[in-house]
């Protein structure tokens, strides 16, 4: 009876089991890359002001896949962050940043009560919805928002930039194990900007 060398062929056999594992953890990995397709929109901002104070109202629309209703029920945390800035426009020189503010919330699936939660990262207040849409909805509305206060505007003309992010968050363990080199789940919106003389 013919036999090969063993040494060769548990080589073989352990590159080959190398080579399916690293195909396994490529497919799932561009399963998580395409999560985040779809619309990412602000579709619209605007200020009021109460009591010397601006409150920013904005209307987001996330996207929203099979893939993402999946990895949120295997225990992946998403961020959504909203962006906005003020800055002063000058006429002879770059404009000037006079506020810089993120507001973040991580939306999670709690799997014994069946319901979706979002969390204010800056307040600890958490709100849980019975679906992912009812979720998405939520955080695509933010009303009253203070991100500034009259005394820091002295005239001229500003300009209000709001855009929207996600991102995935925290991952579970069993995740962390397999996806620890990539970093990159995230999008961002276009910048929705207006003018406001004052």
């Known amino acids: 009876m013919l036999r090969g060398d063993p040494t060769r062929d548990g080589v073989t056999r352990g590159s080959l089991l190398g080579v399916a594992c690293l195909l396994a953890l490529g497919v799932f990995g561009l399963?998580?890359?395409?999560?985040?397709?779809?619309?990412l929109e602000v579709h619209s901002a605007y200020v009021n002001i109460d009591k010397g104070v601006f409150m920013l109202h904005a209307r987001v629309e996330y996207p929203v896949s099979p893939v993402i209703r999946g990895a949120l029920r295997d225990g992946v945390t998403l961020t959504f962050d909203l962006e906005?800035?003020?800055?002063?426009d000058r006429r002879y020189w770059v404009s000037s940043n006079i506020v810089d503010l993120t507001l973040r919330r991580e939306l999670n699936y709690h799997a014994v009560s069946d319901r979706?939660?979002?969390k204010d990262t800056k307040s600890g207040d958490q709100l849980s919805f019975p679906t992912l849409d009812e979720a998405l909805?939520?955080?695509g509305r933010v009303d009253a928002?203070?991100?500034?206060?009259?005394?820091?505007l002295d005239g001229g003309n500003y300009t209000i930039s709001v855009r929207a992010g996600v991102r995935r968050g925290h991952l579970p363990a069993s995740l962390r194990a397999i996806l620890f080199w990539?970093?990159?789940w995230?999008?961002?919106?276009?910048?929705?900007?207006?003018?406001l003389p004052v």
């Open 31 to 39: 399963a998580f890359a395409d999560a985040l397709d779809g619309i």
């Open 84 to 88: 906005a800035r003020v800055d002063r």
């Open 116 to 118: 979706y939660v979002v």
């Open 137 to 139: 909805d939520y955080l």
């Open 145 to 152: 928002w203070p991100i500034l206060v009259e005394p820091q």
């Open 182 to 184: 990539t970093d990159d």
């Open 186 to 195: 995230a999008r961002v919106s276009e910048w929705y900007s207006w003018s």
